[in-house]
Structure formats: C-alpha cells, structure tokens
C-alpha cells in the first residue's frame, strides 16, 4: 500500500511538470495511516521546496532536531499559514485532521508552483470524524458548543474534493480512486515560448510603466489575480527606476511579511539599501513633517486595504507611485478599489496636471492557463465571484471613473424582497449564496474565505439580505450576543477572562465598568452591504429596521454596531438612531483610525442605562482628547462631541456614582482592569483631592520611596497626562509594563488613603 502512496504521488507529479499545472492528491483514512503516508512522501521531497501546514506533524517530522531534514523543513499551523506568503513550494501538505481554515486553504491555493502537487489528508468524508473538526471551536461562543456548529463549509469541501477532476483520492481501504480523471487526461503540453508568451504581459508592464515613470510624475494603478506576477513586476519597475533615479524608494503595505517578492525582484534597490518601508499610517506622518522627498517613488502594494483618505493623502503629496492590489484572493479582495478609490485619484492627477496609468495582469506565470487547481479554489471558497459589468476590472481606468461618477441611486426596486435567511436555505439558494459573498467582498476589502465558513456555520449569526431574482441587492450579517452568567461577567469586569465573541456586552463591562451590560441580550451588526448601484436609496436602512422588528418580538435589549470610525459611517448610524456609548483608544497602526461603539436601546428596560453609559461617554471624552484620541480626525472629533447634548452630558461625569468610580480604581488596583478603563475616575478623584489640598501630591521628605514613585506617577501620568513614553523617562522605569505595575500599586495607595 504504501509503495502504491508513493508511485501515485510520482506519477501525479511527472503528468503535473509536463503540463505546468498544479495536482491535488487526497489521502483518505484513519489519522494515524495518513500521518505516517505524508511521512513517506515529505522524505522524498527537498526541504526547500515542501511547506506542511498542520499541528500533528511537527512530531512526526522532527523527532530529532539533529536530523538536518527534520529540522529545516517549513512546518506551520493552520492558523499561522500566512507566515508562507511570498514563497513557492513544489508541494504542500496540508491536514484537515489539524483543521480545516478556509483563510489557510487560500492561502496555500496560490504558493504551489506549476508542477507541483498539493497533499490533503483527512478522515474519509463517510466518517464522522471528518466532522469533528478543531476549527469548530473557533466558531462556538457562549453558550454554545462545537455540536451547535453547523457542517455546511465541511459538506461543501468534500463535495469539492470527490466531484474535482483536478483530485486524485488514495484511500486507506480502496486505494486509488478510480478512474483517476486527471492523470487520465492528457496533459495539455507547453508549447515552445510558451513562458515567454506567459510573461509577455508582465514584461509589457515593466517596460511601460517604468517609461511612464521616468517620463515625469505619474501614478501607476496595478491590479491583478493570484499568480499573476504582480509582486515580481512591482520589483522589477522598482530596479528600472533605481537604474537611472538617484532617490530612495518608500514602499508601503498593511503587512511587510508579504513583499517578499518585491524585494527579491528589486536586487538593485535592496543591494543599495535604497527600499524604507512604512505603515501607511507612519509614511502620512513622515509627509507631515516633511521629512520625505516629494519626488521619490512610493510603492503601494495592496492598495485597497489601505482607508481612501491616506491614499489622497499620499497621491497629494508624492509625484511618482504605483498602486497594486489583489483582486481575489487570501489577502481580501480588491474588486470594489477602482470605485473606490481610482476616481477620486483620476481627480488629484488632473488636478496636478500628472498622468495616470492603469494596467491589469490577467496571464498565470506560476502555473500554465490551463490548471484546474486555481478554479477548484475559487469555486470552493468563492474567491472570484464575478463582478457585474459596471465593476469589472478590465473596463480600465477611464470607464471605472466614468461609471463611479454617474452612481446614481435607483429607489425603484417593485419586485425587491427583504427578508431574514438562514444558511440551510442559502446553500440550497447557490446562485444567491454567490451573489451575497460577492457583495460582501466587494463591499469590504478586508473579506476573506474563513468569513464564508462564518457564514455558514456560525450558530449565533443571523442574516437579512434584500434581493431581487439571483442577485442580493442588500445585506446585514448580525450576531446574538449576551446574556452571561453572573460569575462570568465578574471575571470579565475584573480582566481575567475575555472569552470569544459577545463583543459589546465585553466591551461595555471590561473597558467601561458597566456590570449590568453583561446581562442583556443584544443583537451587534457585524458587517451591512450595499450593491454600488444601489447606494442612497434607503436600503441599508431597510435591512436596520428590518432587524429592530426581529428584535422586539424577541426580546432584544440592544442593538448595536462596532466599526472604524469616519464621518460618512457615523452620519449614517446616528441616521438610524444608533448612538455613540464608546470610542476605542488605541488607533489601527494600518488604518490611524479609531472604533467607534454606537447603539440604540430596544427594551424599556434598558432606557436609563442606556442614557448613563451615553452620559459617562461623552463625560470623559475632553480627558480622553487630551491623551489617547489626540490625533483623531478633528471632524470626526467634533461629529462625537455635537451629540454631547442630547446625551445630557455637560462634561461632568456626576458625583453621585462615586461608588462606582470607587469600584473601577479598585478593579484597577487588585485585579487586571486596564489604566484605560479607570484613568479618567483617578484623574476626577486626583482633581478633588488636589483642590481640597493644593499639597497633596508633594512629595515630601517624610514620605518613603514608594510614596514618592506613586505621588510621581498619579501626578504625571493621571493629573497632568503626560505621555506613557515621558512618565517611563522621567521616573526611570523599565518599560511600559513596569509603569502599569506601578500604577497599580499606586492606585491601592490612593485607595486605601481615600476610600
């Protein structure tokens, strides 16, 4: 049997290289027998060109660290398959019976080079422990378990796997499938010149946009799928331009770890050390200051992650860049950028008088046209649902601006319905399910393969879609949260547990106080979606209150909604009557911008909670703008803050709750609450004491060293607000977590002084 393992990988892999396509070899069978087959053929394979993706053969394949194969091969989890990104590999083993992720299968999809072989191992599909999957535990929130977890993603990969022709199956018990059909197809042979007919395309690109660069300012738009070259491309456009510019070259992205093929391709930029890389948030700061030459070249590589107003920002200010993004794919999906964002650039060029080049890469060069690989996994993980007409990329950049300038809202929509659809009638709707994915992932870049396994299979989500035929129109994604046992509540409130999702109640008990969140039930939308064409003409606004009337007849507390603050995004909740009770304090290092928390009250219940926590929001909000919201956008700023009144907050958070003032410095003092959560009720309670007594932080020659440290700390960082990085100078700490350590300390001091 195990010969037969090793003669089917071989030939699976010799028909492969012949036709430059990609293979997918499935070992079916009990866990211990695939284990020891992956074994088998990993040894025959050369570490540098395997990548094994699973938890249960690190073992298996590094028994000893002195054995040179074992332990240099590249071994991950699934849930750190991202750490692959930007190598290739001529074959891949990946082990469902570790989990089967969705984001880690994309991920994989693209690294296999032509020739290559993908290896899934699992339990038969016919077996129940195909089912019993750890990914599942992903999935549950209280007070669910994996048993409520559904098995469509799982049901739809099997599917995948024994209906692919691109799937060759070995099994324990059967042995090889047969017919297998795709060793018995003839390979489709590469003709002579046919890599160079595969990057002709490519080199078409480097050649015109290093001319248009080095013609004068201009801005380079890239798109392109997987495989396609574009990283490479980018690399070698860069080294061009270090040939004949004397000028560093910025290059930005959400995550450096996948430019890997850039600076393999810029040999010339990295020998001369001529590449700075930079958060798009940092390179906006370094523009600021002015500490970065307009005329040097900014690489953005993908693009549509990156928030719309930091990419004005910098094509406002540089004179040369490229702009690349995926289309589809593991990062997320660009479908929606030239809508998005390539309109109102077409604007700033014009405005500048500068030019604007558009190029789309669509030929493989990794693997020939001809592979099935690549649509197994876009069909599996609806990775390249096609866009309607109006969004397609290949209209090119004058056609994307011409169609994003005339949107215009269309309010007839007589045959719509809006209804609430569960995931069992999606999957029996596929035309629909593929029209809601395609919404979402044009709507939001950052949607990825692991979100339609949410979709499917979160028990606690709950979904309302408007439609119209096979196309959803509109789309809300909403989970059940809340309510927790008292006991759980106590330890979140205290900073010793953050169990998985419930995020609002969580958010409101460990990062407010507010105990008696924890007790509702409360619907959070996660995630709501308008087709382009349909924008403005009260849909989103439909499915909302579509949602408040579910919500009433069950019960609902709350209904609420977290997401990444704008003007345009708040303006539209607050149109919807859910109102700011909380604003994150740490800005996205990728995005600058902060969350915002927003709300509406459903119960009567909930009424005069609802105005509390609103009236403690906007009470420590100055306190906050002093510190941590400092560089908020001012308008954004000032959107929160006009609500101030309706909210019946004059600034002053009310002395009569000093109980639970008392409650929140004492959390903060003997449990785990963050200085966060209890700085502005420390900084109120320093303010009192300081005005009774103008000396009560003197430090004084009676008081021991520890005192000294406290009254130092409570008076710079809490009554003056000084800077983490300031207070740790000055006072001659170790870092930030010996400040919070102290500050702790401190806290118990003041507290057993006062209380």
């Known amino acids: 049997?195990?010969?037969?393992?090793?003669?089917?990988?071989?030939?699976?892999?010799?028909?492969?290289?012949?036709?430059?396509?990609?293979?997918?070899?499935?070992?079916?069978?009990?866990?211990?027998?695939?284990?020891?087959?992956?074994?088998?053929?990993?040894?025959?394979?050369?570490?540098?060109?395997?990548?094994?993706?699973?938890?249960?053969?690190?073992?298996?394949?590094?028994?000893?660290?002195?054995?040179?194969?074992?332990?240099?091969?590249?071994?991950?989890?699934?849930?750190?398959?991202?750490?692959?990104?930007?190598?290739?590999?001529?074959?891949?083993?990946?082990?469902?019976?570790?989990?089967?992720?969705?984001?880690?299968?994309?991920?994989?999809?693209?690294?296999?080079?032509?020739?290559?072989?993908?290896?899934?191992?699992?339990?038969?599909?016919?077996?129940?422990?195909?089912?019993?999957?750890?990914?599942?535990?992903?999935?549950?929130?209280?007070?669910?378990?994996?048993?409520?977890?559904?098995?469509?993603?799982?049901?739809?990969?099997?599917?995948?796997?024994?209906?692919?022709?691109?799937?060759?199956?070995?099994?324990?018990?059967?042995?090889?499938?047969?017919?297998?059909?795709?060793?018995?197809?003839?390979?489709?042979?590469?003709?002579?010149?046919?890599?160079?007919?595969?990057?002709?395309?490519?080199?078409?690109?480097?050649?015109?946009?290093?001319?248009?660069?080095?013609?004068?300012?201009?801005?380079?738009?890239?798109?392109?799928?997987?495989?396609?070259?574009?990283?490479?491309?980018?690399?070698?456009?860069?080294?061009?331009?270090?040939?004949?510019?004397?000028?560093?070259?910025?290059?930005?992205?959400?995550?450096?770890?996948?430019?890997?093929?850039?600076?393999?391709?810029?040999?010339?930029?990295?020998?001369?050390?001529?590449?700075?890389?930079?958060?798009?948030?940092?390179?906006?700061?370094?523009?600021?200051?002015g500490s970065i030459e307009p005329e040097a070249l900014l690489v953005i590589d993908e693009a549509a992650a990156v928030p719309a107003h930091l990419l004005q920002h910098l094509a406002q200010y540089f004179t040369h860049i490229i702009f690349s993004t995926t289309t589809q794919g593991y990062e997320g999906n660009g479908q929606g950028f030239l809508l998005r964002f390539v309109s109102q650039l077409a604007c700033i060029q014009e405005s500048h008088g500068q030019a604007l080049h558009f190029y789309q890469l669509s030929q493989p060069i990794r693997w020939s046209p001809f592979d099935g690989l690549e649509p197994f996994f876009n069909r599996l993980l609806l990775m390249d649902s096609k866009s309607d007409q109006k969004d397609d990329l290949s209209l090119g950049v004058n056609r994307a601006v011409e169609l994003a300038c005339s949107v215009r809202p269309s309010h007839d929509h007589p045959t719509e319905a809006c209804v609430k659809v569960s995931a069992d009638w999606l999957v029996a709707n596929p035309a629909i399910l593929d029209s809601l994915f395609r919404l979402l992932t044009e709507a939001h870049y950052r949607t990825t393969p692991g979100d339609l396994r949410i979709l499917l299979d979160s028990p606690n989500l709950h979904m309302w879609i408007t439609y119209c035929g096979d196309e959803v129109v509109a789309a809300c994604l909403v989970a059940e949260e809340g309510p927790l046992p008292a006991s759980l509540v106590t330890d979140i409130w205290q900073g010793r547990r953050r169990p998985r999702g419930h995020l609002i109640p969580q958010l409101l008990v460990s990062q407010v106080g507010f105990k008696e969140a924890g007790t509702l039930k409360v619907l959070r939308i996660i995630r709501i979606a308008t087709r382009v064409n349909k924008r403005r003409s009260g849909h989103a606004s439909q499915l909302i209150q579509s949602i408040k009337g579910y919500a009433r007849l069950h019960s609902i507390d709350l209904l609420g909604a977290a997401f990444s603050a704008t003007p345009q995004l708040l303006r539209f909740w607050e149109q919807n009557n859910l109102r700011p009770i909380r604003v994150g304090l740490q800005a996205d290092p990728v995005t600058g911008s902060f969350s915002l928390l927003v709300a509406e009250p459903l119960s009567p219940t909930v009424f005069s909670d609802y105005e509390r926590w609103r009236s403690y929001f906007y009470g420590q909000l100055a306190f906050q703008r002093q510190d941590w919201l400092a560089s908020m956008d001012p308008e954004l700023f000032q959107m929160i803050s006009s609500d101030k009144a309706d909210a019946g907050a004059d600034g002053v958070w009310d002395i009569s709750k000093a109980d639970f003032e008392q409650a929140l410095i004492i959390g903060f003092a003997e449990?785990?609450?963050?200085?966060?959560?209890?700085?502005?009720?420390?900084?109120?309670?320093?303010?009192?004491?300081?005005?009774?007594?103008?000396?009560?932080?003197?430090?004084?020659?009676?008081?021991?060293?520890?005192?000294?440290?406290?009254?130092?700390?409570?008076?710079?960082?809490?009554?003056?607000?000084?800077t983490e990085a300031a207070v740790i100078k000055r006072l001659s700490l170790t870092g930030q977590k010996m400040l919070i350590k102290n500050l702790r300390q401190a806290a118990a001091w003041l507290a057993k002084l006062v209380f």
């Not at 690399?235 to 093929?261: F, H, R, T």
């Not at 959560?677 to 900084?683: D, E, M, Y």
């Not at 005005?691 to 004084?700: A, G, V």
Request: a negative charge; glycine letters at 4%; charged letters at 20%.
């Open 1 to 289: 049997m195990t010969t037969s393992i090793l003669t089917t990988y071989t030939r699976l892999r010799e028909h492969a290289l012949r036709g430059n396509v990609r293979a997918c070899l499935w070992l079916t069978g009990e866990a211990q027998w695939t284990l020891a087959s992956a074994v088998l053929i990993a040894k025959q394979i050369p570490n540098k060109y395997l990548a094994v993706v699973s938890d249960r053969l690190v073992g298996a394949l590094r028994p000893d660290e002195s054995d040179t194969f074992n332990s240099s091969v590249v071994i991950v989890s699934p849930q750190r398959a991202e750490r692959l990104l930007g190598q290739e590999f001529s074959c891949v083993i990946y082990d469902c019976v570790s989990g089967v992720n969705p984001d880690a299968l994309g991920q994989i999809s693209g690294l296999i080079a032509g020739g290559g072989v993908l290896i899934i191992l699992s339990e038969p599909p016919s077996c129940s422990l195909f089912f019993e999957d750890p990914e599942k535990q992903r999935l549950t929130v209280y007070p669910y378990t994996e048993k409520d977890v559904a098995n469509h993603f799982l049901e739809r990969f099997a599917l995948a796997l024994m209906d692919s022709p691109v799937v060759t199956r070995h099994d324990q018990v059967h042995g090889l499938s047969e017919p297998s059909l795709f060793l018995n197809t003839p390979s489709q042979e590469s003709e002579p010149g046919t890599k160079a007919v595969q990057c002709a395309e490519q080199d078409k690109f480097v050649k015109s946009a290093t001319q248009a660069l080095l013609d004068g300012p201009c801005a380079v738009v890239l798109t392109a799928a997987r495989g396609r070259g574009k990283s490479a491309a980018i690399g070698m456009v860069v080294d061009e331009w270090c040939k004949q510019k004397n000028l560093p070259v910025y290059i930005s992205a959400p995550n450096e770890k996948a430019l890997i093929s850039v600076y393999q391709f810029a040999e010339l930029a990295r020998e001369n050390k001529r590449f700075q890389f930079h958060l798009p948030t940092d390179l906006v700061k370094r523009c600021n200051q």
């Open 671 to 722: 449990h785990f609450r963050s200085y966060e959560s209890t700085a502005f009720v420390l900084h109120r309670l320093l303010e009192q004491l300081s005005k009774n007594n103008p000396h009560f932080l003197t430090i004084s020659t009676d008081d021991d060293e520890p005192v000294k440290l406290y009254k130092g700390l409570l008076d710079l960082r809490v009554l003056q607000q000084e």
